[in-house]
């Protein structure tokens, strides 16, 4: 299994945006779905969105309205649009397959830091 590579991260302060992107292999761009997680400092690793193989989406109720997942298929890259970030977004961002047999190792992650 190839490690995803998630890129796009950075330093805004509340109230901004940011789009990550997510380059993944054939195995997990393809499985039943890829989601967005992130793990800030202390805690553990958290899904914040999702989407099918099928365009399907998921988010927990905190991020929705807030954080938009999209897939394009052409180019095997799932984005992760973040409007009205706030200093609690701080965290490292990571893509993978949503289902657990379909994980590939983690990657490095993006660094997503929101200052207040």
């Known amino acids: 299994q190839v490690q995803p590579v998630e890129s796009g991260g950075g330093l805004v302060q509340a109230g901004g945006s940011l789009r990550l992107s997510c380059a993944a292999s054939?195995?997990?761009?393809?499985?039943?779905?890829v989601g967005w997680y992130r793990r800030a400092p202390g805690k553990q690793r958290e899904l914040v969105a999702s989407i099918t193989h099928g365009g399907g989406t998921n988010y927990p109720d905190t991020m929705k309205g807030r954080f938009t997942i999209s897939r394009d298929n052409a180019k095997n890259t799932v984005y992760l649009q973040m409007n009205d970030l706030k200093p609690e977004d701080t965290a490292v961002y990571y893509c993978?397959?949503?289902?657990?047999?379909?994980?590939?190792?983690w990657g490095q992650g993006t660094q997503v830091t929101v200052s207040s």
């Open positions: 993978n397959a949503v289902l657990i047999n379909d994980r590939a190792p």
């Open positions: 054939g195995s997990i761009f393809n499985s039943y779905g």
